[in-house]
């Protein structure tokens, strides 16, 4: 059984520790703390993973850190350290739920490993490339170890890490991909190997959940307390607004804060298509959405001219909610409050809430988060209280502004050098 030992750790940014203090390879410090990482000292959440996962190679670990706290490179460099460059094989799985989000870490392990010999693969279509470290889905792991066509052989694999663990155990499609990994993979190894797992939010759920999977003795589960999790440096604002309402802000918002990069976040791909058409073809933006449906060089070309900043406004569903670390985005609106649905009764998403709002405020720089809701109820949604459920769970004050000229003051003081 998964047993927790939970340490509660009020995580700030920064340790006092160094790279050299906690045990990594010097040619890995010499990667993260030069150009363009520049990482001059280790963060709270890899100060405190790094040393526990290369420590015993036989202990799983859960560990639980706020977003833009440094979680890839606290999971990314043990990954690496776990490595023997001399043996060809792969030899670490790391498993993701979005293409994003594996691109990212795939770009971001390629500038820790630079010079040490641990090569780095993204899992595409097609075979397990011959390299060290794969990072890809759990369908594509699953796929590459079914049948005759299997690429992937477990034998010389010792670390497996998942990241975002609530997303891919909680959901239903992915919890069946990781069931097929360890019944047909893990499962049926002499020694299995270490697992480590990561995500910003962990529920009492996902804790169940992974139980059903990993059952070796005694792993050790580390867990921030929550109002280490809330992301104190992003402010959060909450403004009443009906569908015409939010349009009109929209266009107040890009034709007087126009140098602004945005995350607008919505609930259906329909949505995001509406917003499009509108910020483009009525507002003159240019503004670019990002769903599920898109082909992956679709998906790549958006998230990369974004990060360039050649268009303001990037209109996404969940899919871009977790791990995408875009430093230049200035503010997250949700244009829709996150939801869950379960047999038609909706209710607020408070995790999502959070991982979207955390696309703006990375690793401790000051963020901006608003959220329109409708006051008015209808049969199925109550927004005023979606609100007020985000705001009780996460124990934050989500400030209400009563107009959008209250808000451009604000914003101006925030981000003055827009206005400079």
């Not at 060290?132 to 699953?142: D, E, L, N, Q, R």
């Not at 990241?163 to 049926?188: A, Y």
């Not at 329109?372 to 209808?378: C, D, L, R, S």
């Amino acid at each position: 059984m998964l047993t927790q030992t939970k340490k509660n750790i009020d995580l700030d940014l920064t340790h006092k520790k160094t790279w050299e203090e906690i045990g990594v390879w010097p040619q890995i410090i010499k990667n993260v703390t030069s150009e363009p990482l520049l990482y001059s000292k280790p963060s709270k959440i890899q100060a405190y993973s790094i040393p526990i996962v290369n420590a015993d190679r036989g202990a799983n670990c859960i560990f639980q850190s706020m977003n833009g706290s440094g979680k890839t490179a606290a999971f990314g460099i043990p990954a690496i350290m776990a490595v023997d460059p001399k043996i060809s094989d792969t030899q670490v799985l790391i498993v993701a739920n979005s293409r994003e989000l594996i691109r990212q870490t795939f770009q971001n392990l390629q500038l820790y490993a630079r010079d040490t010999g641990v090569t780095v693969s993204i899992g595409e279509s097609g075979k397990v490339q011959p390299t060290h470290i794969v990072v890809a889905s759990p369908g594509f792991f699953k796929k590459n170890m079914e049948g005759r066509g299997s690429s992937l052989n477990l034998e010389p694999v010792r670390l497996v890490c998942f990241d975002e663990v609530d997303e891919l155990f909680n959901n239903q499609s992915t919890q069946e991909q990781i069931g097929h990994i360890f019944s047909n993979g893990f499962e049926k190894l002499k020694k299995q190997p270490q697992f480590i797992l990561f995500s910003a939010t962990i529920s009492e759920d996902t804790l169940k959940n992974i139980q059903r999977y990993i059952n070796k003795p005694i792993p050790t589960a580390y867990q921030v307390k929550k109002e280490a999790i809330k992301l104190k440096n992003v402010k959060q604002f909450k403004i009443k607004a009906n569908e015409q309402q939010k349009r009109k802000f929209l266009d107040r918002f890009y034709g007087e804060l126009g140098a602004t990069q945005a995350m607008i976040f919505v609930n259906a791909k329909n949505t995001a298509e509406f917003l499009q058409d509108l910020l483009t073809n009525k507002m003159g933006r240019t503004a670019c959405i990002l769903t599920g449906n898109l082909r992956d060089d679709e998906r790549d070309r958006i998230i990369d001219h974004f990060r360039q900043g050649s268009f303001p406004a990037l209109i996404s569903t969940n899919v871009l909610a977790r791990g995408i670390d875009v430093p230049a985005v200035d503010i997250v609106i949700n244009y829709d409050i996150p939801q869950l649905s379960d047999c038609g009764f909706r209710s607020p998403d408070c995790a999502n809430y959070l991982h979207r709002i955390g696309r703006t405020g990375r690793f401790g720089t000051d963020g901006i988060a608003l959220t329109f809701y409708n006051p008015e109820m209808t049969r199925e949604i109550d927004e005023t209280h979606f609100i007020n459920t985000i705001e009780k769970e996460w124990e934050t004050e989500i400030v209400e502004l009563e107009s959008f000229d209250q808000f451009k003051d604000i914003f101006k003081q925030m981000r003055p050098m827009l206005f400079a």
